[in-house]
């Protein structure tokens, strides 16, 4: 385990979690492991303890489906902790494709710690042309989803409450690099992306909050009814995707 980087920067629970899941993959991969990362929450302040999945990445030098096979106990034993399954590279899969997967390669790039090996994702050069026309697909076929999905769960108010969750989370990459097509350098912490966001576009920032605090601490969403809530959540997305193809 001595080859293990930067463990004491994780949060000490993640840490536990994490350390002995790296042993296994050290012992299973062995010379052709080049790196581990972990990116997202488990990788800075947001993490929340038996909440957060904590997201690793997995580079080899060579993959092959033996590779995925001999992984597949210590993998399963993972995901009963919160540990989702690895992302599996190879070193030429990232050095090929960061023109295909800007956004994803730039969260990877600017959100992540080093565990083991070469830190490949700091070496990356990411061209941005590709980025607004990504952002803009990703908002509004957001915008078409979260609509489609209330006609199926609107009945139940804790559905909508974990729509508005899962939405806003899976919008925040987005959110950053809307940021960064702002000329400005997009912060890691949600809180600080979502305010900063608002400030740039002119959104409702309260709004945003709100459903951070209740993805955060389980608190409930204000004195809105959830259904007016939800609604004032669509027009800020629809805000948002007519200000992004103006950009």
């Avoid at 609604?231 to 995707?241: H, P, R, S």
């Amino acid at each position: 385990m001595e080859d293990l980087k930067n463990l004491e920067k994780l949060n000490p629970q993640a840490r536990k979690v994490i350390q002995p899941y790296l042993g296994e993959l050290l012992k299973i991969h062995q010379d052709n492991l080049v790196s581990i990362f972990v990116c997202g929450q488990a990788a800075g302040a947001d993490y929340i303890h038996k909440v957060s999945n904590i997201n690793l990445f997995v580079i080899l030098q060579r993959l092959e489906f033996q590779d995925l096979q001999k992984s597949l106990k210590t993998v399963s034993a993972g995901i009963n902790k919160k540990i989702a399954a690895p992302l599996f590279l190879t070193r030429k899969h990232i050095e090929s494709s960061s023109d295909v997967f800007p956004i994803e390669f730039l969260e990877m790039k600017e959100n992540h710690l080093l565990l083991y090996g070469e830190d490949l994702l700091s070496q990356l050069e990411i061209r941005l042309g590709q980025i607004r026309l990504f952002c803009e697909e990703q908002i509004k076929g957001k915008l078409i989803r979260i609509r489609q999905a209330y006609l199926e769960i609107g009945l139940k108010r804790k559905g909508i409450e974990a729509l508005l969750k899962e939405s806003l989370s899976s919008l925040t990459p987005v959110f950053r690099n809307l940021i960064r097509l702002k000329g400005k350098t997009p912060p890691v912490e949600k809180e600080q992306i979502y305010k900063q966001l608002c400030a740039e576009f002119n959104l409702d920032r309260a709004l945003l909050l709100a459903v951070l605090r209740d993805t955060k601490n389980d608190e409930k969403i204000g004195a809105y009814d959830v259904e007016v809530f939800f609604e004032k959540y669509i027009a800020q997305i629809q805000k948002l995707a007519i200000a992004v193809d103006q950009l």
